[in-house]
């Protein structure tokens, strides 16, 4: 490593970025350090933005959410962007542990583009827009444009992320995990359900099933036309366990060192039937 | 970043000569400012027996890339005790509880605990838990350190 820069503002993390645009940008560290430490990777140039001010910052307005890149996990559950934000607040939650929560960040686990990322099927469902500065001017995208493999990113050299922006729906959220424990675990399934009642949709997300982080678009559509959007009525069983195997075809997993594809797809079905029903409760659903 | 840069560990500045800029802070802890309170086990973020606090922010150091952290306040294990030959409440804890078996998770635990207390002083079981869930023991089955947190939430509440 020939040299750390450590920005100050967005400026500075710009001006390095320009002047070395292959260098490698340092968040939290919860993932990058790991390598490091391991010596798996060596970068030339680093570029350190966790002191950067403009990227902590995020704001509430009626219908939309914008969430700096660096703004981390801890703050995700303990702001108020807890409640403008709830399945970011609980997929924050269970990632890693109190220390892992202070360090890592937003724009981390979007850099790292992991398919287990646990904010991404949140930023997924919530029609995200990803913000990227660099020498050409601001990018913005969706995330299947961000992210375009298993650790890949459509981010070009010199460019930076800096937020998230997210819509802000009338409707319950979720966020559901498997993993063999409830702290410190790398998901194995997850997947994030978030309900529209204004625009009367369901938008759901996997994590850790495939390659990218796949919306289940036939089976929302499915299901919208199935709920009792006047009246609140509770969904039925069949109709959720039916959209719980609608989901788990969206799916493409493979078996690896954390799981099988069978149980993925399984708990996949699992966790999508449980977040219908929780967010398709009697009576509940549009008081969120 | 310029070689030797500087960090400020438990109120004194210490220069890092030497070093590589690759080094984490919690080498940089133990390989040079003889720090070895900090201890290092998996270097991934698992175990928490390196943790510190960073300008007061509860953090596992060998995430923490030592170069980047000059100019922030760094207080390990070592800068807890309000003396240098004074136990700190949560220290005391531990000890009296018999909370300490093999010891190589006891500075991360007692840095963590430190952190919870600064916020909590009731913490119920669950909030001890979660407030340690980060951090591995691997003998006492954490019942004893369950009992030492109580212990020392209860001397903080009662101001002694």
Same mark, same amino acid.
């Given at each position: 490593?020939? /040299?750390?820069?450590?920005?100050?503002?967005?400026?500075?993390?710009?001006?390095?970025?320009?002047?070395?645009?292959?260098?490698?940008?340092?968040?939290?560290?919860?993932?990058?350090?790991?390598?490091?430490?391991? #010596?798996?990777?060596?970068?030339?140039?680093? %570029?350190?933005?966790?002191?950067?001010?403009?990227?902590?910052? &995020?704001?509430?307005?009626?219908?939309?959410?914008?969430?700096?890149?660096? %703004? *981390?996990?801890?703050?995700?559950?303990?702001?108020?962007?807890?409640?403008?934000?709830?399945?970011?607040?609980?997929?924050?939650?269970?990632?890693?542990?109190?220390?892992?929560?202070?360090? #890592?960040?937003?724009?981390?686990?979007?850099?790292?583009?992991?398919?287990? #990322?646990?904010?991404?099927? %949140?930023?997924?469902?919530?029609?995200?827009?990803?913000?990227?500065?660099?020498?050409?001017?601001?990018?913005?995208?969706?995330?299947?444009?961000?992210?375009?493999?298993?650790?890949?990113?459509?981010?070009?050299?010199?460019?930076?992320?800096?937020?998230?922006?997210?819509?802000?729906?009338?409707?319950?959220?979720?966020?559901?995990?498997?993993?063999?424990?409830?702290?410190?675990?790398?998901?194995?399934?997850?997947?994030?359900?978030?309900?529209?009642?204004?625009?009367? *949709?369901?938008?759901?997300?996997?994590?850790?099933?495939?390659?990218?982080?796949?919306?289940?678009?036939?089976?929302?559509?499915?299901?919208?036309?199935?709920?009792? &959007?006047?009246?609140?009525?509770?969904?039925?069983?069949?109709?959720?366990?039916?959209?719980?195997?609608?989901?788990?075809?969206?799916?493409?997993?493979? /078996?690896?060192?954390?799981?099988?594809?069978?149980?993925?797809?399984?708990?996949?079905?699992?966790?999508? *039937?449980?977040?219908?029903?929780?967010?398709?409760?009697?009576?509940?659903?549009?008081?969120? | 970043?310029?070689?030797?840069?500087?960090?400020?560990?438990?109120?004194?500045?210490?220069?890092?000569?030497?070093?590589?800029?690759? !080094?984490?802070?919690?080498?940089?802890?133990?390989?040079?400012?003889?720090?070895?309170?900090?201890?290092?086990?998996?270097?991934?973020?698992?175990?928490?027996?390196?943790?510190?606090?960073?300008?007061?922010?509860?953090?596992?150091?060998?995430?923490?890339?030592?170069?980047?952290?000059?100019?922030?306040?760094?207080?390990?294990?070592?800068?807890?005790?309000?003396?240098?030959?004074?136990?700190?409440?949560?220290?005391?804890?531990?000890? =009296?509880?018999?909370?300490?078996?093999?010891?190589?998770?006891?500075?991360?635990?007692?840095?963590?605990? =430190?952190?919870?207390?600064?916020?909590?002083? !009731?913490?119920?079981?669950?909030?001890?838990?979660?407030?340690?869930?980060?951090?591995?023991?691997?003998?006492?089955?954490?019942?004893?350190?369950?009992?030492?947190? =109580?212990?020392?939430?209860?001397?903080?509440?009662?101001?002694?």
């Amino acid at each position: 490593m020939s /040299d750390v820069v450590v920005a100050r503002s967005l400026d500075e993390a710009q001006e390095a970025l320009a002047h070395q645009p292959d260098a490698t940008v340092l968040a939290g560290g919860t993932d990058l350090m790991v390598e490091i430490n391991r #010596g798996l990777r060596r970068p030339r140039h680093v %570029v350190g933005v966790a002191q950067v001010p403009e990227l902590h910052r &995020w704001s509430v307005a009626d219908n939309r959410v914008v969430v700096g890149a660096g %703004v *981390t996990y801890t703050e995700m559950m303990t702001t108020a962007l807890a409640d403008a934000a709830p399945a970011l607040a609980q997929a924050a939650r269970t990632v890693g542990s109190p220390p892992i929560r202070n360090a #890592g960040t937003l724009g981390g686990n979007l850099g790292t583009a992991s398919p287990a #990322g646990d904010t991404l099927p %949140v930023l997924a469902a919530l029609n995200a827009e990803i913000v990227v500065t660099g020498p050409d001017g601001e990018r913005r995208m969706g995330l299947d444009d961000f992210v375009v493999g298993v650790k890949q990113t459509s981010l070009r050299p010199g460019e930076l992320i800096v937020a998230a922006e997210l819509d802000r729906p009338r409707g319950r959220q979720e966020f559901l995990k498997i993993g063999p424990r409830n702290a410190m675990v790398i998901s194995m399934a997850g997947l994030a359900l978030v309900a529209d009642h204004d625009a009367r *949709t369901v938008r759901c997300a996997l994590g850790a099933v495939a390659a990218g982080i796949p919306r289940a678009r036939d089976a929302e559509v499915w299901v919208a036309e199935r709920i009792d &959007w006047d009246d609140g009525a509770a969904v039925s069983d069949a109709v959720a366990d039916e959209f719980g195997q609608r989901v788990a075809a969206a799916a493409s997993p493979i /078996d690896d060192h954390r799981s099988t594809a069978a149980y993925r797809r399984h708990a996949v079905a699992v966790l999508a *039937t449980r977040a219908l029903k929780r967010a398709f409760a009697q009576g509940g659903g549009d008081d969120a | 970043m310029p070689d030797p840069y500087s960090l400020r560990v438990n109120g004194v500045d210490c220069e890092v000569a030497d070093s590589d800029l690759a !080094e984490s802070l919690l080498f940089v802890l133990r390989e040079r400012l003889g720090l070895t309170g900090t201890k290092n086990a998996c270097t991934e973020g698992e175990c928490s027996s390196c943790a510190v606090l960073i300008d007061g922010v509860l953090t596992c150091s060998c995430l923490v890339l030592a170069a980047t952290a000059a100019d922030q306040e760094i207080t390990t294990v070592e800068g807890l005790g309000d003396g240098r030959d004074e136990l700190s409440v949560v220290q005391e804890a531990f000890v =009296h509880e018999g909370a300490v078996q093999c010891g190589f998770c006891t500075p991360g635990l007692i840095v963590a605990v =430190h952190d919870l207390l600064e916020a909590n002083t !009731e913490p119920s079981d669950g909030d001890v838990r979660e407030a340690l869930s980060g951090n591995l023991c691997r003998c006492t089955g954490y019942g004893r350190i369950l009992a030492a947190v =109580h212990s020392a939430a209860a001397t903080k509440r009662s101001g002694s």
